[in-house]
């Protein structure tokens, strides 16, 4: 049981992360979470300002299950199945987050920097999470397709265009780390 | 009935990625810093199975439980739309810490600020919808 309690690391989750994307597929369906903001948009109306949203939302309605799921998952396994271990982050990666100001770095799954409710109530504090939703949403669309579509499944299909996107979400992400954060959060 | 399993495979990728950590705003960040192994394991082992497992059905013509042959949708060609939009992405994730799966398992451990990013992320997909024919592919 203290196996499961534990974080659990890359050997075991990385296998179980391929057997989510092969169930998938060998149900007659494909691992991709993004396709369900797509679905969202156009449950709430979007086709009737753009064709991208006009399409038979109810066929997605086994991938808003899996998202429904998802959410459980995360419920049940923060509640049930964490002994509220630290995460055991590289102590560079600390070091380096101390200085650019966050503090009681990887005691919990998110920073209270950029997530709790007081800094998320300040100007600065919604609009970083505006602006990197509002990107996420934009990119993964325009990509079709984010980590689990393109990284997981389409590498797995030996796909090009996966692996472009992928190199795309590295310049991207690299860019962000190395100089834009150290310029929103640093002081 | 049909979606109950679809409902028990989200709830073990919930699981599997908060135990993994994936879901942690300070694993990405420590994944782009190239500070640990721990991302690239994760990604790196579900790659080199996936890739195995997919050629294996493939060449053993496994059907799916809807009696056809296992037939992932080939992405469409292209070099702009992959580099420009993932790069887009690649921007927000390291931002957010979380790309679409991890943001709704967030919401499931209580961190309830996330729907903020994901009214974002539909905002951000609504737009790319109206500009999508605009846009080089």
């Keep these: 049981m203290d196996y499961i309690l534990q974080p659990w690391p890359w050997y075991v989750s990385g296998p179980l992360i391929a057997l989510v994307m092969l169930i998938l597929v060998f149900f007659g369906k494909t691992f991709g979470m993004s396709s369900n903001l797509q679905t969202l948009c156009s449950i709430g109306g979007a086709g009737k300002y753009s064709d ?19 959410i459980l998952g995360g419920f049940i396994a923060t509640q049930y199945l964490s002994d509220g271990s630290a995460i055991a982050l590289s102590a560079e990666t600390v070091a380096d987050l101390n200085e650019l100001g966050f503090s009681e770095v990887g005691e919990t799954l998110l920073p209270p920097e950029i997530y709790s409710w007081e800094n998320v109530l300040s100007l600065k504090g919604i609009a ?20 689990s579509g393109h990284a997981i499944t389409g590498l797995s299909n030996l796909q090009l265009p996966s692996l472009i996107a992928v190199i795309g979400f590295f310049v991207g992400g690299l860019i962000m780390t190395f100089f834009i954060l150290p310029l929103i959060f640093g002081s | 009935m049909k979606f109950l399993k679809f409902l ?49 059905f493939k060449k053993y013509k496994i059907k799916s439980i809807e009696g056809k042959d296992i037939d992932l949708v080939p992405k469409d060609k292209g070099v702009a739309r992959y580099i420009l939009g993932g790069t887009i992405f690649g921007f927000g994730w390291a931002l957010a810490g979380a790309c679409p799966g991890p943001m709704y398992i967030l919401v499931g451990t209580g961190v309830f600020s996330m729907f903020i990013v ?19 592919h």
Aim: hydrophobic letters at 55%; charged letters at 10%; glycine letters at 12%.
């Design chain 1, 52 to 70: 991208y949203f006009r399409f038979d939302w109810k066929a997605q309605r086994w991938n808003l299950t899996v998202v429904l799921g998802a």
């Design chain 2, 118 to 136: 994901i009214a974002a992320a539909l905002l951000g997909t609504f737009t790319y919808g109206l500009l999508q024919k605009k846009l080089p």
């Design chain 1, 128 to 147: 970083v999470l505006v602006i990197a939703g509002f990107l996420v949403g934009f990119g993964t669309r325009y990509a079709g397709g984010c980590t």
């Design chain 2, 8 to 56: 028990l495979v989200g709830i073990f990728f919930g699981i599997v990625l908060v135990k993994s950590e994936a879901v942690s705003w300070y694993r990405i960040y420590e994944m782009f810093k190239f500070q640990a192994f721990h991302m690239y394991g994760i990604i790196g082992s579900a790659v080199f199975l996936g890739v195995l497992f997919i050629w294996l």
